[in-house]
């Protein structure tokens, strides 16, 4: 896979939010988003993720050389993002079984699911409702649901957001497993956190 | 065939949501109680014409849908999980979907103010029950048409409660005359054939609002 974006702009209501952003991404490469808040970052990111339509510019996707619309690679995108909420009045198992079914992909979720709610210590509260949890344990689930269909590009907006020592390890190990044959894009205002990235693009606030 | 698979599931998780929330029934069941007791005080004793019964029951319909069916879109936009949603399921899915949830809660509704205006008003007995069924069943489908991508529009905006009666009542105009005349013919015991005109315009009416709603969907729910 890759993705080539060239002299992307945002507008809202003809207010500027970022113009000329260009890049491009291939297997194994991963880019930090960094920049003040208000620049944009996240507004870069649901466009990227095809949640938002672009003012100017464009963003290609391609498998195998062939363009791709986004749209049609819903099940190789993952995302993590604090305005990505998931459902308070299911349990975390709930949650990963319905919206894997809506995805189309439910009949290989139950030993992957197993695993991660494993790996980010939720397996005991799987069956409690979402609402129940904390904002750490919300963070969590939002990397288990993210991770679930095993996707080729994982974009994560403030990785690190209401963790513990703990998550933040956690997530460390997620992001240097998908940087290594897969692509990362991390959006973030925390100097360590674009470290982690061997790309960098920083958006100024207009 | 996935996205029909999908479509399901939509359907699914607003249903189970919905057991679990009761975001919308219990708004849709509160108005339709009010609705039909205060229509009750009002008339008392009288005896009102098919016509008027049959302008009362679908002004109850109207706005018990006004004041329910908004709120698959509208409960994903409060909760934050409307982006989860794009992110996994296409806008046809989401579209379907919750057209689907708002079909089967409207036909519940309308059964319900049927099993009510039954009940309350003497008066309303239909004579050709395939006339009020087709009637009942168009116009369903033709409410939770509007009312789906109505809803997907006004979620976004800040003046959600007011929006949505507004914009929904000059296009639902049409639907509502044409299901209160059959219904007239219904209660009248007209024979079944005698509403033909009238079903003509409700399936014409649901193939022009569905396929309308199918092709914007995908700019409402995106941006």
Known sequence: MKLVVANLAKEFNRRAIFSDVSFSLELRDSLAITGMNGAGKSTLVKILAGLLSETRGSIEYSVDGKAVPVDMLRDQIGLVSPYLMLYDEFTAKENLSLLSRIRSNSFQIEDRSRELLQQFGLWEKRDEFVRTYSSGMKQRLKFVFALLHQPVLLFVDEPTSNLDEEGVSLVRDVIEQQKKDRILVVATNIHEEAGWCSKRIHLKKI | MNTFYSTYAVLLKDAQSELRTRYAVNALVMFVVTAAVIVQLAIRSELPSSAVLSGLFWVVVFFAAMSGLSRTFV???????????????????????????????????????????????????????????????????????????LAAIIAKANTKGTLYPVLAFPILIPLLMTAMRATTRALDGEPFGNAAEEYQILISYIMVITAGSYLVFDYVWKD
């Open chain 2, 75 to 149: 409960s994903e936009e409060e909760r934050g999980t409307s982006m989860t949603l794009q992110l996994v399921a296409s806008p046809s899915a989401v579209y379907f979907g919750k057209l689907s949830f708002n079909i089967v809660l409207t036909l519940l509704l309308n059964s319900a103010i049927t099993i009510l205006f039954t009940v309350v008003f003497p008066g309303f007995v239909v004579e050709t029950f395939g006339t009020f069924l087709l009637t009942v069943l168009l116009s369903s489908i033709g409410l939770a048409s509007t009312s789906t991508i």
